[in-house]
């Protein structure tokens, strides 16, 4: 292949690079800032003597660590529930020969169809019944089940060689044990990447907690660190960016490590972070 | 991911396990109900029989907390038919779709077009970081921009008072606010299709373009007969996607930069619900326009399907 010279080629990319950055960018720098430079009506692109006021003050007037552990909580659970029921059922549906299995599969993947929106009340009130506002419960158990888990499996599953399966079940193992022993092992990198968008997708939740978690110790990190905006005019911002920073963290750790598992399962799912 | 990605079809399946366990005939016909048991009941809990009551409480008007409802049979219905949030919604829910699809697909799509000219390591840079909005969690993101859309201090403002501009109150604007929440939700999607488009330019088998340069065609008449025609499945992808899931997308932003204001002049079909059921408790009403979104992204929904359906598929 010849080399064109494409002189366009770096500027697009590093002006698209620049345009996706910038944003984040601008949070850390106030984060860094102190606030009588962040109200003072001189503009400067970097903090002038950066300090670490703003995350000490994030430290000292919110439960930062208990905002985490909620988050981390949430989105550990809804992550786990939701890849055992996933696996549970597209073991069935790929495995098994049953009454009623097209049926099923379709009620089951077309939960996908609609939006959270659409039922978010009536779950709300569902909630509410059980008494689970500000509960763990509350948060979780809506999430975990997914129409998406449970056909993407399938798909894995059913391309799954049998002869293995089947050894696996002439040296005497059940199905339950051919699963666990066999089946998941050898889809790991599919399921690895499905834990991997399940949990960037529930660490990301916000209108639920936002409804369920009314109370600060419950709150996960996006809700609680609202606790900085004052619709009045006196947000605090400064802190409300550190706290921000702070909370972009794990996901930009998860990036960097998983970053493989999260652009291919992107790429193949059609389902965002 | 395998081809015929979404296997939707009954199509002819594998020969599968005739359960022969040992439990005998019993369990060998319940063992793969129980199996689906624990996706089911949530899935029935917490999508059908939700949907089932958001239909029947769309009949009723009532407050979310008095004890009784009262049913209305279609007001609800007829009222949105008059109603000015809701029609101010749709259009401002069709104008970000519009927005996006320009946003979303032709500039993403320049730019893929642009790492495909750069070789290695450098291009998965540049991908990597593009790609990165997409795993910041939207209400984040909203905040940051919240801070950058702050009339007095927010960086646009300075940006705009150094090249000797009046800040403006984007979010205040009538006539901005919408396209403030749409520039975060384009920013925030940006990354994912351009990635999408990276990959559907890679499937394009490279002979097809060198044939087309070989008998003489330039760089744009390739693109333009080449590349973009064996585009289609993604592109149609891309937008099928951005129209079925504009809505979900907008509610963050919304809530967080604007709630709809002011005055509704911002309000959208991704925030509205939850206005009416959680704002001003209009709990029918808010139940009677979740019927309404739900069955018009239906339609959307069947298409994208059917689209997967024949088979469309990426590798990374």
Known sequence: MRRDPHTWAHPVLVGACVAMVFPMLWMLVTAWKSPAEIYSSGFRPWPANPTLENFVRVMRDVPMGRFFLNSLVVAAGITLARLLTSILAAYAFARFAFWGREVLFYLFVATMLVPFQVIMIPIFLTITTFDWLNTYQGLIVPHVASGFGVFLLRQHFKTFPLDFTDAARIDGATQW????????PSNATAIWSLAVLFFIDA????????LVATERPMQT????????????????????MASATLAIVPSILLY?????????????????? | MPKGVTGLSAGPTRPVLRSRDAGGRGWAVLAPYVYLVPAAVVL????????????????????????????????????LLTSQAFWT?????????????LATIAAPLAVAVAALRVQGVVRLIYRAVIFSPTVVSMAIASLIWLW?????????????????????????????????IILVTAWKTFGYNFVIFVAGLLSIPRELMDAARIDGAGEWHTFRHVTWPLLTPTTLFVVL???????????????????GGPNQASNNLGYIIWEQGFEVFRVGNASAIAVAIFVGFLAFSVMHFRLLERGVHYEA
């Open chain 1, 177 to 184: 044990q051919t699963l666990w022993k066999v089946v998941v």
């Open chain 1, 203 to 210: 660490w990301n939740q916000y209108l639920w907690p936002l």
């Open chain 1, 221 to 240: 990190l996006p809700v609680g660190i609202q606790i900085f905006i004052n619709p009045e005019g006196g947000t605090q911002w400064g802190p409300l």
């Open chain 1, 256 to 273: 960097v490590f998983a970053q493989r598992h999260i652009l291919e399962s992107a790429v193949s799912s059609g389902i965002r972070g």
């Open chain 2, 44 to 79: 029935a809990a917490f999508v059908y029989w939700p949907l089932i009551e958001t239909v029947n409480l769309s009949f009723y008007e009532w407050n979310l907390v008095s004890p009784s409802k009262r049913f209305v049979g279609f007001a609800n219905y007829r009222e």
């Open chain 2, 89 to 101: 919604s749709v259009v401002n829910t069709i104008l970000a779709i519009l927005a996006m699809s």
């Open chain 2, 148 to 180: 950058i859309y702050n009339p007095i201090q927010g960086l646009i403002a300075h940006l705009v008072r150094l090249v000797g501009g009046q800040g403006f109150a984007w979010l205040t604007d009538p006539q901005l606010a919408i396209w403030a």
């Open chain 2, 241 to 259: 996607t951005t129209l079925m899931l504009a809505p979900q997308y907008l509610f963050i932003p919304t809530q967080i930069l604007t709630q």
